[in-house]
């Protein structure tokens, strides 16, 4: 019924930037909240940002002033633009969105992820 597709990661250096993208297609009404989750080997996963309809935001504070994320509500797509990278932000960054299915149903879900190594 949903489906949300990641796209943007790869391989830079510390101190390099990264643009991710997740897009949100499928049966649907409307999506409410969008949001970047990342999991590091060995850690639990944990909320990066995340963006309500009315475009207000809230970041971890290990990312604050380094990332940012926005939206686009015709294309539902949210973005994590990510700049001055460091190792530990290394990590399978996943897309999640909720709203409402065109049937009127809840719907929650994630992507698959893309993976973001920081690494010399």
């Known amino acids: 019924q949903v489906r949300l597709v990641e796209s943007g990661g790869g391989l830079v250096q510390p101190g390099g930037s990264l643009r991710l993208s997740c897009a949100a297609s499928?049966?649907?009404?409307?999506?409410?909240?969008m949001g970047w989750y990342r999991q590091a080997p060995g850690k639990q996963r944990e909320l990066v940002a995340a963006?309500?309809?009315?475009?207000?935001?809230n970041y971890a504070d290990s990312v604050k002033g380094r990332f940012t994320v926005s939206r686009d509500n015709t294309k539902n797509t949210v973005y994590l633009q990510m700049t001055s990278l460091k190792p530990e932000d290394t990590a399978v960054y996943y897309c999640?969105?909720?709203?409402?299915?065109?049937?009127?149903?809840?719907?929650?879900?994630w992507g698959q992820g893309t993976q973001v190594t920081v690494s010399s």
């Open positions: 999640n969105a909720d709203g409402r299915h065109m049937s009127g149903s809840y719907f929650w879900d």
């Open positions: 499928g049966s649907i009404f409307s999506i409410n909240n």
């Open positions: 963006v309500t309809r009315g475009g207000n935001t």
